[in-house]
């Protein structure tokens, strides 16, 4: 309980700015989940204990990233709203050590530089 509690708090607090985890489908099989961000992007880490690659499926769709597996009591799906700006073309995942890590690299933003003047 308390469990699920921590996890819709950190789910309602990252909505705004990170991802839209999408709560309604939650239960008891799914993922705990650490979101970390930095700079240059954001990554998720889902503890997967005794997954390998095939066992686990990360797509995107409509700016979603979906993670799932139909292995594990049942299986389990987390949806999460890419934020604005992450560069779809580029997200990578590995698995290891019970671990899946989701790396989403945000699009860099252009540095100011100056314009020169030339006469005509």
Wanted: overall charge negative.
């Amino acid at each position: 309980m308390y469990t699920n509690r921590l996890d819709n708090i950190f789910d309602n607090f990252f909505s705004d700015k990170l991802f839209n985890p999408s709560c309604s489908n939650r239960n008891h099989n799914q993922p705990e989940v650490n979101i970390y961000q930095d700079e240059k992007g954001y990554s998720l880490e889902l503890k997967t204990p005794g997954l390998s690659n095939e066992d686990l499926e990360i797509t995107i769709d409509e700016n979603k990233l979906n993670v799932s597996s139909s292995i594990s009591k049942g299986g389990f799906k987390r949806v999460f709203e890419l934020p604005e700006g992450a560069d779809q073309s580029n997200i990578s995942a590995e698995l290891k050590d019970g671990i899946a890590t989701v790396n989403i690299p945000l699009i860099p933003k252009p540095e100011p530089r100056k314009i020169k003047v030339v006469s005509a």
